[in-house]
């Protein structure tokens, strides 16, 4: 009997149990391949959620109003480029990733769509409503009339603001208190227990034009810009030449401010001051002016008259108390009077007192002022 060539596996493991372990290893790749097909979906499909949740989001903030306290004017230089504005986002705290809002912009398209102008922002947005509202119409821009009157501290300054509407009492009076070095003639000012606000004296009395959705720190920066306008280079040298600082000039012209009804006053009454700041016997400048403004940050608020009771009010602002200058200006002076400080009538007086219809009376010595106080009525107050 002829033998097979078959030879017997006693494993199993002939063409068939080849084919059967093929055919196992393939459903297996297959499996694997379909489970990360649904992972992935999923991952896709919580993405596309996720984005889709993030843009609906992004689409009701940025049509939503902004609060008072939310909304923040944010401006778009004209030809600004996509990175710059990004820069700017992130500079003032609105974003937290350059890259990743980067990305987004590009792939939205939102890159060429940015426009020129005042938006209004929040810093709770999120990147999409910040696109949204980067690309629509800016605000526009009506202006209002903002009247800061010489004359004014700079508490009264805010009142008067605040109560037409214009700005936040708080944030102006903090914004106020802070030292600044923006300007020359801002960098020796400090903040001091006798100076809670460096920027007293340097909020320029003027009429300013201001576009809608303006902010607290532009309108004190407007006012600044202008001072820079009206302090000359001149100013600065004339300063010098008296042997001054700027503040103490700034200071001298917020004396001469209060002081005269009418400017063709200004300069002389800038030379009995002067005459004092000179004399050795006279050094108190006895202005009472400066015990108005001890009245006002003493919360006594100003009096029509100042009395003999009010000139032992104990501050650093009394002139009938401490001999020289105060420690800083006493209100916001206008140019006339900055001149005046700086470039005063040549005169021997070292009296003046005001009449009743706002004359001032002037006098070299004191028997001849309380003469004259006698003679128009003032005297004994």
Not at 124 to 148: C, F, G, Q, V
Not at 317 to 326: E, K, W
Request: proline share 4%; with cysteine; aromatic share 12%.
């Amino acid at each position: 009997m002829q033998k097979s060539n078959l030879v017997k596996n006693p494993a199993g493991q002939g063409r068939y149990g080849r084919t059967k372990k093929r055919v196992k290893k393939q459903k297996y790749i297959f499996l694997k391949i379909l489970i990360l097909i649904l992972i992935c979906m999923i991952i896709f499909m919580g993405c596309a959620l996720y984005g889709y949740s993030y843009i609906v989001e992004g689409t009701n903030q940025a049509g939503a109003v902004l609060s008072e306290d939310e909304a923040v004017v944010f401006n778009i230089p004209s030809g600004s480029s996509a990175a710059a504005i990004v820069n700017k986002l992130k500079t003032e705290g609105f974003i937290k990733d350059i890259k990743v809002y980067t990305v987004l912009s590009k792939i939205l398209g939102f890159d060429s769509a940015y426009k020129a102008g005042n938006f209004q922002i929040s810093k709770k947005m999120n990147y999409y409503a910040l696109m949204i509202r980067l690309s629509s119409d800016p605000l526009k821009n009506p202006t209002k009339d903002i009247t800061i009157t010489e004359g004014k501290t700079l508490i009264e300054t805010v009142e008067v603001l605040s109560g037409q509407g214009y700005v936040d009492k708080g944030k102006f009076l903090k914004i106020a208190q802070k030292e600044s070095s923006q300007y020359k003639f801002l960098k020796d000012i400090k903040a001091a227990a006798d100076r809670k606000y460096p920027l007293e004296g340097y909020l320029y009395p003027d009429t300013y034009k201001m576009d809608e959705g303006w902010t607290e720190q532009e309108l004190i920066d407007r006012m600044l810009a202008e001072f820079d306008k009206v302090f000359t280079q001149e100013y600065y040298d004339r300063a010098e030449e008296l042997g001054m600082t700027v503040d103490e000039v700034i200071t001298l012209a917020s004396l001469i401010e209060m002081e005269a009804l009418y400017p063709t006053d200004f300069k002389k009454i800038s030379s009995v001051f002067h005459n004092r700041l000179k004399s050795k016997e006279l050094q108190l400048l006895q202005s009472d002016a400066t015990v108005q403004y001890a009245r006002v940050y003493a919360g006594l608020g100003r009096t029509t008259s100042v009395l003999y009771k009010d000139l032992e009010i104990e501050s650093p602002y009394n002139t009938y108390l401490h001999p020289g200058l105060p420690p800083g200006p006493i209100c916001s002076p206008r140019k006339d009077a900055i001149e005046a400080a700086l470039y005063p009538e040549k005169t021997k007086y070292f009296y003046f007192f005001a009449t009743p219809d706002g004359q001032n009376i002037y006098n070299e010595t004191f028997e001849g002022h309380t003469n004259d106080q006698k003679k128009y009525g003032v005297s004994g107050q």
